[in-house]
C-alpha cells in the first residue's frame, strides 16, 4: 500500500483530486508519428512513445481516476486540441478492436481445444469398455494413448481461458479507459504558472515528470 502511495505521489492531482498524466510538446505534430513527413497529421498515427506511456502511466495508477493533460510550448488552436482528442480517443478504440479479435481467436481456440478433449474423452470410455477383458498390448497403448491426449486437450483447453482471459480483459478495460479520458490543455509559459506546475512535480523525479517527445 504504501509502494502504491509512493508511485501516485509522482503525480499532480486536479483540483477534484484525479490524477493527471502529463505531456509535455513543443507543437502538436510532436504527438504523431514522423515517417511520413508530408502526409497531414490528422491521417497519421499517435507517436508509438505517447502511446506505450500512456498504457505504463495508466497501468500504474489503477484504478485511480485520472486526466490527461497536454502542455505544448506552441498554443494549439481549437481544431488541434480537437484533432488531439479524437486522435487519442481513436486510437485506442482501433487498440480496443484489436484486443476484441485477440480475444475472439482464444475463445476459439478455447472452444476447438475443449471440444476435442470431450470427443477424445469419450472415445477413451468407449474404447476402454471395448477392450475390457482383452490383454493386447498395442489395443491397452491406445486405449491409454486417448485417454492422455483427451485429458491433455481438456487441460490446455482449462489454461488458456483462466490465464488468457484476465489479462485481455484488463488491456480491453484500459483501452476504454484511456479512449473515453478527459483531455485539458496547458500552454507552457513563463511565470507564475510554470512556478506551479514545477512544485506540483517537487517530490518526483526528473525521470517521472510526464511524456515529453
Known sequence: MK???KILDRYCRTA??????????????DLYNDL???????????????????????????KED??????????????????VQRSIHNYFQYLKVLELRELAKMTRSTFILFSIGIVLLFLSVWSNQKI????????????????????????NAITNFLINWVPHHQQLKMYERISNARIIF????????????????????????????
Not at 493386447?136 to 486437450?153: D, K, L, R, Y
Not at 517537487?202 to 515528470?209: F, I, P
Open 186 to 213: 496547458h500552454e507552457m509559459v513563463q511565470g507564475d504558472q510554470q512556478q506551479e506546475d514545477h512544485s506540483c512535480f517537487s517530490q518526483a523525479d526528473e525521470g517521472d515528470q510526464g511524456y515529453s517527445p
Open 66 to 83: 485520472f486526466v490527461i493533460r497536454f502542455r505544448f510550448a506552441v498554443l494549439a488552436d481549437m481544431d488541434l486540441r480537437s484533432r
Open 16 to 29: 477534484d483530486k484525479k490524477v493527471m498524466i502529463d505531456i509535455a510538446a513543443g507543437r502538436v505534430e
Open 3 to 5: 509502494t502504491k502511495m
Open 132 to 155: 475390457a477383458g482383452y490383454d493386447g498390448v498395442i489395443t491397452q497403448v491406445f486405449a491409454e494413448g486417448i485417454t492422455v491426449a483427451a485429458w491433455v486437450s481438456l487441460w
Open 36 to 62: 511520413d513527413k508530408y502526409a497531414p497529421y490528422r491521417k497519421k498515427d499517435l507517436d508509438q512513445d505517447l502511446v506505450e506511456y500512456l498504457i505504463d502511466a495508466v497501468s500504474e495508477i489503477g
